[in-house]
């Protein structure tokens, strides 16, 4: 029979971990609609609003995450698409194109967004227009743009040329800002000069979408929000708090290391297992939404109610004043989008900024953008400061920043040892890293996280004159400071408890569990296991160990476990020195590799030699006794290097030819007897 179409022609699906698909998808959403095309936008996760085999066309927007798992909204989705039952024909009527998002430096790019492809493909479906797969290890915008701009062409003809078209959609009202009202729009255009004599007509720019959020300052006190459950895909964050802390390096360590100690009572998350992420949702500073308000010069009405109607978004739903929506719900590091460069040159009065921002914005520009605002991280703060007659209206400025993101922090602990109770392990991000490379911002989530240990700290009884420095000096290194009382659970009505805990300060840390994808130890005791973590990469490891002790108790005859860890000085970073020690002499541990990078006399100087130099014994437990390999750390070196070092080894230890040994590589990861788990 024939089943009922959708009452739309073209179907936009985002699946996104950090926001980047979702605000590609909803840029391509805006840019159809501003096209007369009749158009939805939905994340995967809402499948129960949509019906793909009743769809005519879809373009899916999709990242990966980990070593090629689908981002947690995408999940659901995909399993149903995966099985076994559907038929050739299952999606036979539907056209499709797929925008994958990756980053070469994993191993497998852009693994969901292939995977989207060929499975559509597998279902019937026909792919409309090339799908492409952009790099954020170079930048996507060098894929994205493109893509973009061939696509809506590719979409006409394949609609213009489908029997189920939908009768052509209501006039949508023009989809651009009413043109006498942006400052921009007022400056003669023959006054705008470009780099290289361009011309503005020649410049190719993203689309300028009219901002459908109505934003104002009023006078009444705010209320209540009652929208407050708008959150990640169904995970509301729960209110722990953070009892404990020490530093795990020494004071001349090139990095500072801290373990935190947080009491998860009443947050439902008490029961998570070794290997699990936990998403810890954390503030602005003060400093950066301070500068950014008097930029802006918004800074005498911060703190009044904020009234938003029209098109709110569900991250700006809980603020009730500009204040918090700076501090709690908007990415204000981030570098600004081509798109919200266009959007901020509409509100210039001057010529000459509206003609730097057209430019970094425009595709000819690229050059220009990833030379002066990716690489120095340039955020919408300092655009505003350099380019003084940009004045943004309160519904632009909310636009153009991004959602913030919650930053994922991997457990170092087991619940069954430590009821209530989970560690997280960390390196500080400084500004001014000691090797003499500047980082412009310290990292946002680790100072947040730094700022509530150091209350806990001795010291900090007269806390307005000591700094975070000199707190710092008055450590001892690996001594635990501890809260002198267990603080009560937050009383919260709100599912959410994000902002709640935000504003009631104190201890509050607002997170959420985010279960492991499989990065878990083994029940069975008989398969050997190799673990690989150099510097804070160790973490999790920590937890399985843990784990593994509570299991070995009757004393049961059980397979060996390996640790290959790396730090650069003996007795400044050598994390968890006391701990792994205890292991090995409880036979928890069979080995620890040690791998120390700049100590002259050291054997090994990175994880990787320590593994070759013990390439037999590893081969072997791979190939013949069934071994579980993990991987955790950073995706520049644990990535494709580590992958083609795996290799290697196994040659050098099995004496299997170099084809081989991929092959088996490919395998075990299949299988998922090597499991990662990397940050870029």
């Known amino acids: ?102 980053d070469t430096n994993y191993t497998n790019f852009c693994q969901m967004g292939k995977d989207f492809h060929r499975r559509f493909k597998e279902l019937g479906a026909t792919c409309f227009y090339e799908s492409g797969f952009a790099d954020d290890g170079i930048g996507l915008e060098l894929v994205v743009e493109p893509w973009k701009e061939g696509l809506w062409t590719a979409v006409k003809t394949a609609l213009a040329a489908s029997p189920d078209r939908v009768a052509k959609a209501e006039r949508i009202a023009q989809d651009v800002p009413d043109k006498s009202a942006t400052p921009g729009s007022l400056i003669d255009e023959d006054t705008l000069v470009f780099p290289h004599d361009y011309k503005l007509a020649q410049l190719k720019l993203p689309r300028l979408h009219a901002i459908s959020l109505q934003a104002s300052i009023g006078t009444a006190t705010a209320a209540e929000a009652t929208l407050e459950d708008s959150h990640v895909s169904g995970t509301p964050f729960k209110a722990a708090s953070l009892v404990a802390y020490r530093c795990l390096t020494s004071p001349d360590a090139v990095k500072r290391a801290l373990e935190v100690q947080l009491d998860l009572s009443g947050t439902g998350y008490e029961q998570y297992v070794p290997g699990d992420a936990f998403a810890v949702a954390c503030s602005n500073r003060q400093a950066d939404v301070d500068r950014l308000l008097a930029v802006t010069g918004m800074d005498q009405s911060a703190d009044a109610s904020l009234l938003l109607s029209g098109d709110v978004p569900p991250h700006l739903k809980m603020a009730q004043t500009l204040r918090e929506a700076l501090t709690y719900c908007l990415e204000l590091r981030s ?136 707190l710092r000096e008055t450590e001892t290194k690996n001594r635990w400071y501890r809260h002198p009382a267990r603080p009560s659970p937050l009383v919260c009505s709100s599912m959410d408890q994000r902002l709640a805990a935000f504003r ?160 088996y590589r490919q395998e075990w990861f299949k299988s998922k007897r090597i499991r990662k788990e990397l940050w870029a």
């Open 1 to 102: 029979g024939t089943a009922m179409m959708a009452a739309h022609d073209v179907l936009v699906l985002y699946g996104s971990q950090t926001g980047q698909a979702q605000s590609i998808a909803e840029d391509l959403y805006k840019d159809g609609k501003s096209q007369d095309i009749a158009i939805k936008l939905f994340c995967m996760d809402q499948f129960k609003k949509f019906d793909l085999q009743q769809e005519n066309m879809v373009i899916v927007v999709c990242s990966t995450t980990g070593e090629g798992d689908p981002p947690d909204n995408a999940s659901r989705l995909w399993r149903r698409l995966k099985k076994k039952t559907l038929s050739s024909d299952h999606l036979s009527q539907l056209q499709y194109t797929v925008l994958g998002l990756g």
């Open 335 to 470: 570098v600004p989008k081509k798109a919200t460069l266009r959007l901020m040159a509409e509100y210039c009065s001057q010529a000459d900024d509206r003609a730097a921002l057209l430019w970094l914005g425009s595709q000819q520009g690229g050059n220009d953008y990833t030379a002066q605002l990716r690489s120095s991280f340039l955020c919408v703060t300092d655009l505003l400061e350099k380019h003084g007659s940009c004045q943004l209206p309160l519904p632009a400025l909310l636009t153009c920043h991004q959602p913030l993101q919650p930053r994922y922090y991997s457990a170092c602990s087991a619940a069954c040892e430590t009821p209530n109770i989970v560690n997280f392990a960390f390196n500080m991000v400084d500004s001014v890293l000691p090797d003499g490379q500047s980082n412009k911002w310290p990292g946002l989530c680790t100072t947040f996280l730094e700022d509530l240990a150091q209350q806990l700290h001795d010291e900090n009884d007269n806390r307005d004159t000591i700094t975070r420095q000199s």
């Open 504 to 663: 009631e300060g104190g201890s509050f840390v607002p997170l959420y569990l985010r279960p492991s994808l499989g990065f878990a130890p083994p029940d069975d005791l008989s398969l050997p296991v190799i673990m690989v973590g150099p510097g804070t990469g160790v973490a999790p490891f920590l937890g399985f160990l843990q784990y593994r002790q509570a299991q070995l108790r009757g004393d049961v005859s059980h397979a060996p476990w390996h640790l290959y860890f790396g730090c650069r000085n003996h007795d400044k970073d050598y994390l968890f020195q006391d701990e792994l020690a205890q292991y090995l002499e409880a036979g928890t541990l069979s080995h620890l590799g040690l791998a120390v990078s700049r100590d002259p006399e050291a054997e090994f100087k990175h994880v990787q030699d320590a593994m070759l130099a013990n390439a037999t014994t590893i081969a072997k437990l791979m190939l013949e006794e069934g071994a579980l390999l993990y991987v955790c750390g950073n995706a520049s070196t644990l990535g494709r290097t580590f992958d083609l070092q795996l290799e290697q080894l196994l040659v050098k230890g099995a004496g299997v030819t170099p084809e081989e040994a991929q092959s």
